[in-house]
């Protein structure tokens, strides 16, 4: 049973996200205040009871929605905020057909936009996350959005997820930002969503120009290195949800996006040397 | 190798391939299946040689000599093996001789 509802735009995607429990929903709508209301959702999110009982004694949500994974564990009550997100990013990922994605972070400067990808752990959502606040704008850190027309990278600005060390080092550095409730203990550890700054969403409907592909790994001497475009497209295939999908779209945006965007790997070891990193190639490349 | 009995292939047709060369390796995306290959070189020379003739790997390196600067009776144990590779990737299609 679903009784509360909210709904929220974010870059494109519309979401309509229901709920057994009001606390989730009024987190959301709390988190997502600012954001713009859609009146007609793209995907359909609930967190539902695992059963009638489990809705009042151990509450325990089990994910609904257009796109699910069967086997998705369910999580208590507290973890609620995280399921919704998890929930919202599975939509995009399964289902979107409209843009080429890509599993990476994004900031933007003088509508030209920095991409960075990597696996878990690589720090991409960190830095993008930190870059949001030192003069860029933050355009997402789960989802690249590339037009099949016009190649041009779309903002998908969700909360920004902090998992463990990155929630102490950005409550220090984001001193104005708003936080959610600090999520001990989830599958991810622990989570804090940090809300975008203001200019991520007042500009949620603006596009930028690719202009330059990271591959950052956290942990290591600084350094950069050239990568061949042949890696390039074997890391993004890797990298987009729905490359396969979209067939010769996919093929004829991502061909472009090599093409057209300078890519390099970058070692760093810490925020600092990483935004020094991400300045120097920026002023070379982009 | 080169006999009665070797066996002929005919190229995919090139309005249903997208070929675009990378830095070492070329991507090719085949309409009909939706899949894209990643090859590297002589793939992209052989398919380009081949047009929409029926050509044995005797052909095709004959073909080849005349555009590189290799022997065509070295190459075609080479061409062959790609030939059979391309076939069962779909790029090609083995005919009879």
Partial sequence: ??????????????????????????????????????????????????????????????????????????????????????????????????????????????????????????????????????????????????????????????????????????QASALDGRFGPLMIGTPKGDIRHLVPARDAIAQIAVSATPALLLFPSFGYEPAVREIGASEVFMRLTQASTNYVALGEAGFTTLTRFIKTVPARAIDYRDGIEAAALVNQLWDELA | MAGPQSPKYI???????????????????????GITHIVAEPVPEILAVMGGDALSAAEVAAWLAAQFDLDATDAEAVVATRLEELAALGLLERVRA
């Avoid at chain 1, 009982?53 to 973890?79: E, H, K, V, W």
């Avoid at chain 1, 041009?152 to 463990?164: D, Q």
């Fill in chain 1, 1 to 170: 049973m679903s009784v509360h509802e909210f709904r929220v735009k974010v870059g494109p995607v519309a979401f309509r996200i229901c709920s057994a429990w009001k606390r989730p929903i009024d987190q959301l709508a709390d988190l997502y205040r600012d954001y713009p209301t859609p009146e007609i959702p793209d995907y359909s999110v609930r967190l539902e009871a695992r059963s009638p009982f489990r809705r009042f004694i151990r509450p325990s949500i089990t994910l609904g929605g257009d796109y699910m994974l069967p086997d998705a564990a369910p999580l208590p009550l507290a973890q609620g905020l995280l399921a919704a997100e998890m929930a919202m990013n599975l939509q995009v990922a399964l289902g979107w057909r409209r843009h080429l994605l890509l599993h990476a972070s994004a900031v933007e400067k003088d509508g030209k936009a920095l991409i960075m990808t990597g696996a878990s752990g690589s720090g991409k959502s960190t830095l993008a996350a930190m870059l949001g606040h030192k003069g860029w704008r933050f355009m997402g850190d789960e989802f690249v959005l590339i037009d099949l027309v016009n190649g041009e990278a779309a903002p998908f600005p969700r909360m920004i997820s902090l998992k463990n060390e990155a929630i102490g080092a950005m």
């Fill in chain 2, 11 to 33: 190229a995919e047709r090139a309005d249903q391939l997208l070929v675009e060369p990378l830095d070492a390796m070329t991507l090719i995306y085949q309409r009909r299946s």
